[in-house]
């Protein structure tokens, strides 16, 4: 069975790349009677440069105004200080523009990764960020509504200039996989990952899971 497997699969490689990039790399093997090989194996990332414009984060980071903020305090992971604050978004109360750029985005990347994602979005969680706030290692995969995320989207609203540290890091991965405002990282759910702390300004991010049947 494992001669089957790709050799990326067999040696993980730690790369990211443009989505266009990785669908390019799909390959059918066409009379095997196998599936399409993925183009990612599951311990990939997926990163989109400058997906959201200004303009659209601006309207994104808008949505939290007059909505309940709660302490994202991560109890389960021991940690219950240096809580960023956080609004919930149902995806029927958010801009339909948004809904399907963010569907479009998690299919691609599905497709990518040969999962499936047959139930609809989670709320879109808004997360802002002061200094001293950080998020410690963690999986978002886990019991109730959370055993069925597949994919973790997250894509930063504010400008790099405008805070220090908070850098998204992913097991694995080079810290800071956002460059710029309005790029989005996705990745399998269940990869650790962790937001640094922030030493200076405000960090903003909005997050989106994409659900489908458990893993088995
Ligand atoms: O803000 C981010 O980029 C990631 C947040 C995160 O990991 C989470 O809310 O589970």
Known sequence: MSSQLPSRQRSPQRNSLPLA???RREQTKSGTGLRPEPALSATEIVRMPRT???TECAEILALSNGRQ???DQFRSYGEVRGASSVSWLPTAEAPEWLVERV???MTD???AFDFDISAPLEEFK???YRRGNRVPWHVDCGSGPAATRKLTLTALLSDPADF???ALTVAGYVPELHSNIGDVVIFPSFLAHKVTTVSRGNRHTLIAWAHGTRFR
Request: charged residues 30%; without cysteine; positive net charge.
């Open 164 to 166: 220090d540290g908070g």
């Open 69 to 71: 903020r709660y302490a």
């Open 109 to 111: 990347a599905a497709r």
């Open 21 to 23: 990039t990785l669908q």
């Open 126 to 128: 808004l997360i802002k």
């Open 52 to 54: 959201f414009s200004r």
């Open 103 to 105: 569907v479009e985005l």
